[in-house]
């Protein structure tokens, strides 16, 4: 694509056209808030090209390079979206994504270089919204921080409590409750589960929930699904064998299930 770069390529210092859009980036059409990002990223050159490409693109860049800053920045409140470089000189990259969502529901998007599956699952499942792989596209890293931020903000329609069992879900609060208590949801894990609710009995196929929750770009990530689906009835007290309101329907996708007892 004319324009567009390739960031974290090993041994290559990132150059070319920006491709960043003036103006700031904001979540509404309205006189919002410019977003603010955290770039956590040791690599002086990366988070140097990552700095021009997200500042041009409007965004507000605070930059981190080890751990210990990023935690700070965060714990003070002013981060919209982290982008998370996995390795780093002072801690492990899961431990402190960790640490990050502990502190604040931030959506956190991981940037990783060439590493197994099971560490990009292990990064989702510690609460990442997405991951991306360097060598990246700046085209591609910026659609993925927009739908992070999409999904963050954006609620389904349809107001309305569901109630199944001891767990409350209110879809216009989006506020889910176990026994009176207050679930930590992630945005994504919010986002996916409110999809299921908003269409009891229906199915809705991976394809479907890939492209309404990660965004139009998705389609075959299931894997994604997999372990998103895990982590919410897990936090709901729902069982995969047994269940009560989600249930799995092998090769094509999942159903919140119309009525319980
Ligand atoms: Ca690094």
């Known amino acids: ?28 059409g309205g006189p919002a808030q410019q977003i603010r990002i955290l770039v956590v990223e040791d690599e002086p050159t990366v988070r140097a090209a990552l700095r021009t490409v997200l500042g041009g ?33 002072d801690t492990d990259g899961v431990s402190l994504l960790v640490r990050l969502r502990k502190a604040r529901n931030v959506p956190v998007v991981v940037l990783s270089g060439r590493r197994p599956l099971a560490d990009k699952l292990r990064a989702l499942d510690a609460g ?16 993925r921080i927009r739908a992070v931020l999409r999904r963050s903000k954006a609620a389904p329609e349809g107001p ?20 009176g208590e207050m679930l930590r949801l992630t945005p994504t894990e919010l986002r996916l589960l409110l999809e299921l ?7 809705l196929t991976h394809s479907e929930l890939l492209k309404r929750v990660w965004g139009e770009t998705y389609g075959t990530e299931s894997h994604y699904l997999r372990v998103y689906i895990a982590q919410l009835r897990r936090k709901l007290g729902d069982s995969a064998t047994r269940p009560r309101m989600i249930r799995t329907e092998p090769g094509l996708g999942y159903r919140w299930m119309e009525r319980s007892g």
């Open 197 to 203: 609710v908003s269409n009891p009995g229906m199915l």
């Open 57 to 89: 693109s409007g965004f507000e860049v605070t930059e981190a390079a080890t751990g210990a800053e990023a935690t700070a920045v965060n714990d003070a409140g002013q981060v919209d979206v982290v982008l998370l470089d996995l390795v780093l000189p």
């Open 160 to 179: 309305g409590l569901v109630t199944v069992g001891d767990v409350e879900i209110d879809l216009t609060k989006r506020v889910v409750r176990r026994n």
């Open 128 to 143: 990442a919204d997405d991951y991306v792989m360097k060598p990246f596209h700046t085209a591609e890293l910026l659609a």
């Open 1 to 28: 694509m004319a324009g567009e770069r390739t960031i974290g390529e090993v041994g290559k210092v990132p150059q070319g056209r920006l491709m960043g859009r003036s103006g700031a980036v904001t979540l509404s």
